[in-house]
């Protein structure tokens, strides 16, 4: 058997956090459990009338007994960092270790790996041993124009283990270099 459950979620847009009801199919409900379809078990304050509900209405309804409305401003205590928007000089670094930068062209649903293809700025770093090449996100965009055309979506994955960013160029109306993410650890 499956069922929907309602769960209010929110968004940070610019200075101000959008609450919005959300839908989420579920496999079993039990007092003090659900098991959504997949495999993911919550319990504890997650029950059936307290965060989740049957209805969409009931849970529009109890979000509005706290809230005075679906959108809030954050606190500047709150905002951690001006957020960065020219990434077009960010410098992006390939080694050839497990730590890399992996350039793809988003193709027919599909992602074409284009980073050996690339004209990386290679030197040699003594204290690593090996050659090190080096690309801005500007160079990479470049590169793709010429010689796949204007209309392609670049994903640019800089993988490192303690940090690891994802970028993305040509995905939004405003052709320009986005930082979709940034995780611990490799991407």
Same mark, same amino acid.
């Given at each position: 058997?499956?069922?929907?459950?309602?769960?209010?979620?929110?968004?940070?847009?610019?200075?101000?956090?959008?609450?919005?009801?959300?839908?989420?199919?579920?496999?079993?409900?039990?007092?003090?459990?659900?098991?959504?379809?997949?495999?993911?078990?919550?319990?504890?304050?997650?029950?059936?009338?307290?965060?989740?509900?049957?209805?969409?209405?009931?849970?529009?309804?109890?979000?509005?007994?706290?809230?005075?409305?679906?959108?809030?401003?954050?606190?500047?205590?709150?905002?951690?960092?001006?957020?960065?928007?020219?990434?077009?000089?960010?410098?992006?670094?390939?080694?050839?270790?497990?730590?890399?930068?992996?350039?793809?062209?988003?193709?027919?649903?599909?992602?074409?790996?284009?980073?050996?293809?690339?004209?990386?700025?290679?030197?040699?770093?003594?204290?690593? *041993?090996?050659? +090190?090449?080096?690309?801005? $996100?500007? =160079? @990479?965009?470049? %590169?793709?124009?010429?010689?796949?055309?204007?209309?392609?979506?670049?994903?640019?994955?800089?993988?490192?283990?303690?940090?690891?960013?994802?970028?993305?160029?040509?995905? *939004?109306?405003? +052709?320009?270099?986005?930082? $979709?993410? =940034? @995780?611990?650890? %490799?991407?």
């Amino acid at each position: 058997m499956q069922d929907i459950v309602w769960m209010m979620k929110d968004r940070i847009r610019g200075e101000k956090r959008i609450y919005y009801p959300q839908p989420f199919c579920v496999s079993k409900i039990e007092d003090n459990k659900i098991e959504f379809t997949n495999g993911c078990i919550m319990g504890g304050n997650y029950l059936v009338g307290s965060l989740i509900f049957e209805t969409k209405e009931e849970c529009i309804n109890h979000f509005l007994k706290t809230h005075d409305s679906f959108e809030e401003e954050i606190p500047q205590e709150e905002i951690p960092f001006e957020r960065r928007t020219d990434w077009d000089n960010h410098i992006v670094v390939k080694f050839d270790t497990i730590e890399q930068t992996s350039v793809y062209l988003n193709s027919f649903s599909k992602l074409v790996n284009i980073s050996d293809e690339l004209p990386w700025h290679t030197e040699y770093v003594d204290a690593l *041993y090996m050659e +090190v090449g080096s690309l801005t $996100l500007h =160079e @990479i965009s470049e %590169y793709v124009k010429e010689e796949y055309g204007k209309n392609r979506r670049i994903t640019v994955f800089q993988e490192d283990m303690l940090r690891s960013q994802i970028f993305q160029w040509g995905n *939004y109306k405003d +052709v320009e270099w986005v930082h $979709l993410g =940034e @995780i611990m650890g %490799y991407a």
